[in-house]
């Protein structure tokens, strides 16, 4: 089992920056890959971002690419989704998400574990 836990979530104006991070516990050693995900009021949750976690290779969303920039300190078992240039539409609850159960994340899209979320507010 994996936990799974983000933070760095608030409310900030348009055009402003916050970085998020997610802290893994438990079985993290069969992680594959780890990424962020969102979902707004009213809409299916979307991929935003994913990092390939022995090698770092990246890989975004292109409503975010440019803006965002995921990272990871395997020390730490954390990884980290810095978020620049913020506008209204990014406004959602956050989510990060493993695959360290089977190791499908970036070949099939599939996840086997996902944190409780962490709002993200952008005001215009």
């Known amino acids: 089992q994996v936990r799974l836990v983000e933070s760095g979530g608030g409310l900030v104006e348009d055009g402003g920056s916050l970085m998020l991070s997610c802290a893994a516990s438990?079985?993290?050693?069969?992680?594959?890959?780890m990424g962020w995900f969102r979902q707004a009021p009213g809409k299916e949750r979307e991929f935003v971002a994913s990092i390939r976690w022995q090698h770092g290779s990246t890989t975004y969303a292109d409503s975010v690419r440019g803006r965002f920039t995921i990272s990871r300190e395997k020390g730490k078992n954390t990884v980290y989704l810095q978020m620049n240039s913020l506008k209204p539409e990014d406004t959602a609850t956050y989510f990060c998400?493993?695959?360290?159960?089977?190791?499908?994340?970036?070949?099939?899209?599939?996840?086997?574990?996902w944190g409780q979320g962490t709002q993200v507010s952008v005001s215009s």
């Open positions: 438990g079985r993290t050693s069969g992680t594959h890959t």
């Open positions: 998400a493993s695959d360290a159960l089977r190791g499908w994340g970036f070949l099939k899209g599939v996840w086997d574990y």
